[in-house]
């Protein structure tokens, strides 16, 4: 089993920059890909970035140029910093780790994950 605890939400201006940490417990998360996902109000949830653990990204097109995802496997925790923020990114955000042995795979659907996070609250404001 994996917990998974996403923190660094808040209220943000639309330009500014937040950086999103998701710290897991349980076991390693060092071969796993590992995923960002949100959900805004009376919206699906949708993708966001994808990191494997081999160090490969994959970001939406919505978010590309602006979002980046990294992880520190030592501290078993993933981030995903996001600059340049618009009101559309205002959102609840999770993430999502998915144990794999393709390690260089990116994963884009909430299904393909075997475990999720709680979810933080980014809200930017115009």
């Known amino acids: 089993q994996v917990q998974l605890v996403e923190s660094g939400g808040g209220l943000v201006q639309a330009g500014g920059s937040l950086r999103l940490s998701c710290a897991a417990s349980?076991?390693?998360?060092?071969?796993?890909?590992m995923g960002w996902f949100r959900q805004a109000p009376g919206k699906e949830r949708e993708f966001v970035g994808s990191?494997?653990?081999?160090?490969?990204?994959y970001c939406a097109d919505s978010v590309k140029g602006r979002f980046t995802v990294s992880r520190d496997n030592a501290k078993n925790t993933v981030y995903l910093q996001m600059n340049s923020l618009k009101p559309e990114d205002t959102a609840v955000y999770y993430c999502?780790?998915?144990?794999?042995?393709?390690?260089?795979?990116?994963?884009?659907?909430?299904?393909?994950?075997?475990?999720g996070g709680q979810g933080t609250q980014v809200t930017v404001s115009s």
């Open positions: 999502a780790a998915h144990q794999t042995s393709a390690w260089s795979r990116v994963f884009t659907l909430w299904a393909q994950y075997d475990y």
């Open positions: 990191i494997s653990w081999s160090g490969r990204t």
């Open positions: 349980g076991r390693t998360i060092s071969t796993c890909t």
